[in-house]
C-alpha cells in the first residue's frame, strides 16, 4: 500500500466537517423523502412520458444523489485539522488572522479553512486563494504583496489566533 499525502485529504475544520455532516443527513432523510413524494404524486396525474411534474421530479432526484454522493466523497477523503494542534505563531489552517490592508488602513479578518469550506463573506478563506497562499507559514508582524483581480494588496500581518 502506498503512503497517502496531504494531497489525498480533503482538510476541513471541525466546523466544516460537522455541517458537510449534518446536510449529508438530511439529504438522506428529508430530501429522499421529498423526492418520493413528488414522484409519487407526479405519477398519479397519468402517462409519464408526457408529464411535465414526474420528469421535474426525476431532475430534482438526479441532484439530490449528485449532491449525496459529492458530500459522501468529501466526508471519505476528510481530514479534520485538530485545534490542539494548531501552532499560533504562524498562520496555518484553521488559525483566525486579522490582517492589515497598508494601502486603505482597512483591518482585516479572516479565519484559514480548506476549499470546500470557503465563504469569504462569512470571513473564511480558502488556504488556496491567493491570499490564502500569500500569507501561509507567516507570523505576525511579517508583510506580504498578494496578486488579486484589482491588483497587488500590501497587506501585514497583525495578529494570530485559534
Excluded: C
Amino acid at each position: 500500500m502506498s503512503e497517502q499525502t496531504l494531497a489525498d485529504y480533503i482538510i476541513l475544520t471541525r466546523e466544516g466537517y460537522e455541517k458537510l455532516k449534518a446536510e449529508l443527513i438530511k439529504l438522506r432523510s428529508e430530501g429522499r423523502q421529498e423526492i418520493s413524494r413528488m414522484l409519487e404524486e407526479a405519477r398519479s396525474f397519468g402517462d409519464l412520458s408526457e408529464n411535465a411534474e414526474y420528469h421535474a421530479a426525476k431532475d430534482a432526484q438526479a441532484k439530490l444523489e449528485s449532491r449525496i454522493q459529492w458530500l459522501e466523497y468529501q466526508l471519505g477523503k476528510a481530514k479534520v485539522v485538530d485545534e490542539t494542534d494548531i501552532d499560533t505563531s504562524k498562520v496555518s489552517l484553521g488559525t483566525t488572522v486579522t490582517l492589515m490592508d497598508l494601502d486603505t488602513s482597512k483591518e482585516l479578518t479572516y479565519t484559514i479553512v480548506g476549499s470546500e469550506e470557503a465563504d469569504p463573506k462569512g470571513g473564511k478563506i480558502s488556504v488556496a486563494s491567493p491570499v490564502g497562499q500569500a500569507i501561509i507559514g507567516k507570523a505576525p508582524g511579517e508583510q506580504v504583496e498578494v496578486r488579486v483581480p484589482k491588483g497587488i494588496r500590501k497587506l501585514l500581518i497583525k495578529d494570530i489566533k485559534i
